[in-house]
T-cell receptor, first 114, second 112 residues
Framework: GENVEQHPSTLSVQEGDSAVIKCTYS??????FPWYKQELGKRPQLIID?????GEKKDQRIAVTLNKTAKHFSLHITETQPEDSAVYFC?????????????FGKGTKLSVIP | NAGVTQTPKFQVLKTGQSMTLQCAQD?????MYWYRQDPGMGLRLIYY???????DKGEVPNGYNVSRLNKREFSLRLESAAPSQTSVYFC???????????FGPGTRLTVL
C-alpha cells in the first residue's frame, strides 16, 4: 500500500517568515495530494490540494509543489501569521479504485512566533 | 447544512465494554470513512465505505466493526474495548466529483 513520510515533525518560525513542509510518497500511481490543517481540538480541514497533472498550485499565501519523478510534494506558507500555528498533514490518494482512500503523513506542528 | 456530525463527543469506557460511534452526513456523499488519530501517528484509516452497501478494511481494522446503515449514516462499533483503542475518532465523507474528504468534529474515547 501507499506510504507517506512527512518532515519535519515540528517547525518554529518567526512571524513574517516562510515555512516549508515536505512529504514523500511511495506509490507512483498516486494522483491526488491534499494538505489539511488541524487546529488544537478541532477537525482537520483541507487548505489546498494538487493533482498529479499539475506541478504547482497557489492560493494566496499558500502554495503546493509536486515532483512526480522524485515522488515528493511540499507545502509553502509565506508571510506566516500567528493564526497559521497548527498541525499540518499531507496525504496521498493511492491507486485503489473507487473509494478515494487517503494515506496521511504523521503531521507537522507549526508554531509561528509573534 | 450540518456537514458531517458525530456522536458522542466524549466517551469513557472500561476495558471489555462495547459501544457504537455514530456518524452522519447531509452532503449526499457516496463514500464515508472512519479514522483514528493518536499523538505523533497522524490519521489512520480503520474502515471505509465506498458506497451504500459496501464496507472495506483500512490500515487498522482489528477490534472494530462498521455498518453503513444508509447513504447518510456510517457507524463504528467496538465490541470489547481495550486501552489501546484510546484515541480520537474522526468520521469523514467524500463524493465522486471532488474527492475532498470532509471531516466530522471527532469523538474522544478513553478506555480505562
Amino acid at each position: 500500500g501507499e506510504n507517506v513520510e512527512q518532515h519535519p515533525s515540528t517547525l518554529s518560525v518567526q512571524e513574517g517568515d516562510s515555512a516549508v513542509i515536505k512529504c514523500t510518497y511511495s506509490d507512483s500511481a498516486s494522483n491526488y495530494f491534499p494538505w489539511y490543517k488541524q487546529e488544537l481540538g478541532k477537525r482537520p480541514q483541507l487548505i489546498i490540494d494538487i493533482r498529479s497533472n499539475v506541478g504547482e498550485k497557489k492560493d494566496q499565501r499558500i502554495a503546493v509543489t509536486l515532483n512526480k519523478t522524485a515522488k515528493h510534494f511540499s507545502l509553502h506558507i509565506t508571510e506566516t501569521q500567528p493564526e497559521d500555528s497548527a498541525v499540518y498533514f499531507c496525504a496521498a490518494r493511492g491507486s485503489g479504485a473507487g473509494s478515494y482512500q487517503l494515506t496521511f503523513g504523521k503531521g507537522t506542528k507549526l508554531s509561528v512566533i509573534p | 447544512n450540518a456537514g458531517v456530525t458525530q456522536t458522542p463527543k466524549f466517551q469513557v469506557l472500561k476495558t471489555g465494554q462495547s459501544m457504537t460511534l455514530q456518524c452522519a452526513q447531509d452532503m449526499n456523499h457516496n463514500s464515508m470513512y472512519w479514522y483514528r488519530q493518536d499523538p505523533g501517528m497522524g490519521l489512520r484509516l480503520i474502515y471505509y465505505s465506498a458506497s451504500e452497501g459496501t464496507t472495506d478494511k483500512g490500515e487498522v481494522p482489528n477490534g472494530y466493526n462498521v455498518s453503513r446503515l444508509n447513504k447518510r449514516e456510517f457507524s463504528l462499533r467496538l465490541e470489547s474495548a481495550a486501552p489501546s483503542q484510546t484515541s480520537v475518532y474522526f468520521c469523514a465523507s467524500s463524493d465522486g466529483t471532488s474527492i475532498e474528504q470532509f471531516f466530522g468534529p471527532g469523538t474522544r474515547l478513553t478506555v480505562l
